[in-house]
């Protein structure tokens, strides 16, 4: 039995309808029995089908919503190679990040102390041992307000802070690098999202109020914040992504010329 051919009479409504032309196609690809699978409609349909050379609604419905799968297979797979490739890039961001000097590591224990016993016996004139005299050199700041950060650091907040002064010293850090105009988009996303990690860390562990406020937040207005924050965090780390995706893209355009 011969197959009837996609508008083999002629039926001019056959011709210029983008679905029919993607039913021909389909069957030239596949051929009758799979394509009537893929459409979801019967062999025999497709056949009737083809020979009146139109498409019927039920059949204009098939070719659609397989056309709109498809679509959808293919786009999910270029997002799941695109996203491999941001996983790479992310990894390849933070082990850059990894291999320089932490920034915190200095300022975590105050630098004056260290220094000071070596040359600290020449100017004393007390007979007080010299680990009382260095500290002694780091006086507890006087604070009002203990609880709320200083966008500066001082001499002896440690004392002060205790076991958030890490935190607090990368987040001057990573602040001002994020304010800096001169990096690229990627380093300043990747800072905003640092950034965003510290501040959730200093408010709800530490319960800490940053600046610029000067008086300490109450339990409710911490709560606020800390949901702002997550919000903040949510979106810079969407902001990260597509930085590494427009990095990648570029790199790709300008043959890896351009890296930032």
């Given at each position: 039995?011969?197959?009837?051919?996609?508008?083999?009479?002629?039926?001019?409504?056959?011709?210029?309808?983008?679905?029919?032309?993607?039913?021909?196609?389909?069957?030239?690809?596949?051929?009758?029995?799979?394509?009537?699978?893929?459409?979801?409609?019967?062999?025999?349909?497709?056949?009737?089908?083809?020979?009146?050379?139109?498409?019927?609604?039920?059949?204009?419905?098939?070719?659609?919503?397989?056309?709109?799968?498809?679509?959808?297979?293919?786009?999910?797979?270029?997002?799941?190679?695109?996203?491999?490739?941001?996983?790479?890039?992310?990894?390849?961001?933070?082990?850059?990040?990894?291999?320089?000097?932490?920034?915190?590591?200095?300022?975590?224990?105050?630098?004056?102390?260290?220094?000071?016993?070596?040359?600290?016996?020449?100017?004393?004139?007390?007979?007080?041992?010299?680990?009382?005299?260095?500290?002694?050199?780091?006086?507890?700041?006087?604070?009002?307000?203990?609880?709320?950060?200083?966008?500066?650091?001082?001499?002896?907040?440690?004392?002060?802070?205790?076991?958030?002064?890490?935190?607090?010293?990368?987040?001057?850090?990573?602040?001002?690098?994020?304010?800096?105009?001169?990096?690229?988009?990627?380093?300043?996303?990747?800072?905003?999202?640092?950034?965003?990690?510290?501040?959730?860390?200093?408010?709800?562990?530490?319960?800490l109020t940053l600046p610029p406020e000067t008086y300490p937040w109450d339990e409710f207005r911490r709560r606020d914040q800390l949901g702002h924050r997550a919000v903040a965090l949510r979106?810079?780390?969407?902001?990260?992504?597509?930085?590494?995706?427009?990095?990648?893209?570029?790199?790709?355009?300008?043959?890896?010329?351009?890296?930032?």
């Amino acid at each position: 039995m011969n197959e009837p051919q996609p508008g083999g009479d002629g039926n001019p409504d056959a011709d210029g309808d983008p679905l029919f032309a993607a039913l021909t196609a389909l069957i030239q690809a596949e051929g009758q029995p799979q394509a009537a699978q893929l459409l979801d409609v019967s062999e025999r349909t497709l056949q009737r089908t083809l020979a009146a050379g139109r498409l019927t609604g039920p059949m204009r419905d098939a070719l659609e919503r397989h056309r709109l799968s498809t679509e959808r297979d293919e786009a999910l797979a270029r997002a799941k190679t695109l996203e491999a490739r941001v996983e790479a890039l992310t990894a390849e961001l933070r082990e850059a990040r990894t291999d320089q000097p932490e920034p915190a590591s200095e300022p975590d224990t105050p630098a004056a102390p260290r220094e000071a016993p070596p040359s600290a016996p020449a100017p004393v004139k007390s007979t007080a041992p010299p680990l009382i005299g260095a500290k002694r050199q780091a006086a507890k700041p006087r604070r009002r307000w203990p609880q709320v950060v200083t966008p500066e650091p001082e001499q002896g907040e440690e004392l002060v802070y205790g076991t958030a002064t890490p935190l607090i010293v990368e987040w001057r850090h990573v602040r001002a690098a994020h304010l800096d105009r001169s990096r690229s988009r990627v380093e300043r996303a990747a800072d905003e999202v640092r950034m965003r990690e510290l501040e959730l860390a200093l408010i709800g562990e530490h319960e800490l109020t940053l600046p610029p406020e000067t008086y300490p937040w109450d339990e409710f207005r911490r709560r606020d914040q800390l949901g702002h924050r997550a919000v903040a965090l949510r979106d810079a780390r969407a902001e990260r992504r597509w930085a590494l995706c427009w990095r990648f893209l570029r790199r790709v355009l300008t043959l890896g010329v351009r890296r930032r």
